[in-house]
């Protein structure tokens, strides 16, 4: 079983605040990835990380920012939350190989700007 | 390039077979597939490699046709659990770890 945790699972909060959307994997991989996925739509890539100090912007583009200092810790930022950044995020993460390189999903948190 | 699947939607009976259908108008490396309930994360189902390797669950079948940059998810003999929406994710290259996932299929098992 995949051992990936997010925090908070859900957050209502109010525009112009700044957010940080934790997540964390105890499974020693290198590649995390943070998703954007409105109800009942298909899943956007929106940052994702090699490793330690690698941070790269997704197909999506995305106000937010992440930071990877530690392997296991990928915490996604909003410095000033918006109505248009209600949605799920999702965190995931994968072994840094070519093959069977499957990835494994947080519970998501779900963000609802006011 | 986010692949197309199809049927966008597909209400079985238990017991009975289904087809999702991922095609890609790039060439693909390796497909994946991933189940999501209502309210839960996606869920790895499998894995297909250019070259014909795969890894999976042991009751989902697939097949990956890479001339037709087409992958296809065989579910048979339903079952209620089956419930939720399919997505398969392509990656076009080995060293290209991210995956674009395609607007998903849901799947509806009724009794």
């Known amino acids: 079983e995949a051992d990936i945790y997010q925090t908070p699972r859900y957050l209502v909060i109010g525009t112009g605040k700044k957010i940080t959307l934790e997540c964390s994997q105890t499974m020693g991989h290198d590649k995390m990835y943070w998703y954007q996925q409105d109800p009942g739509m298909e899943l956007h890539l929106i940052h994702y990380?090699?490793?330690?100090?690698?941070?790269e912007k997704g197909d999506l583009s995305s106000e937010s920012t992440v930071s990877r200092i530690r392997t296991e810790h990928f915490p996604l930022t909003l410095e000033s939350a918006r109505p248009s950044h209600t949605s799920q995020y999702l965190c995931?993460?994968?072994?840094?190989?070519?093959?069977?390189?499957?990835?494994?999903f947080g519970p998501g948190t779900r963000l609802t700007v006011l | 390039q986010q692949p197309v699947q199809s049927p966008q939607a597909v209400i079985l009976r238990e017991g009975e077979d289904a087809v999702i259908n991922c095609s890609s108008s790039k060439a693909l490396y390796s497909v994946h597939w991933y189940r999501q309930k209502h309210g839960e994360a996606p869920v790895f189902l499998m894995i297909l490699l250019k070259g014909g390797e795969q890894k999976g669950h042991e009751k989902i079948s697939a097949s990956f046709n890479e001339k037709k940059q087409q992958s296809s998810l065989y579910l048979t003999a339903s079952q209620l659990s089956y419930s939720g929406t399919y997505f398969c994710?392509?990656?076009?290259?080995?060293?290209?770890?991210?995956?674009?996932f395609g607007k998903g299929t849901k799947l509806s098992v009724i009794p």
């Open positions: 995931a993460s994968s072994e840094l190989r070519e093959s069977y390189n499957e990835q494994f």
């Open positions: 994710g392509t990656q076009t290259g080995a060293g290209s770890y991210q995956l674009t």
């Open positions: 990380s090699y490793g330690v100090n690698s941070t």
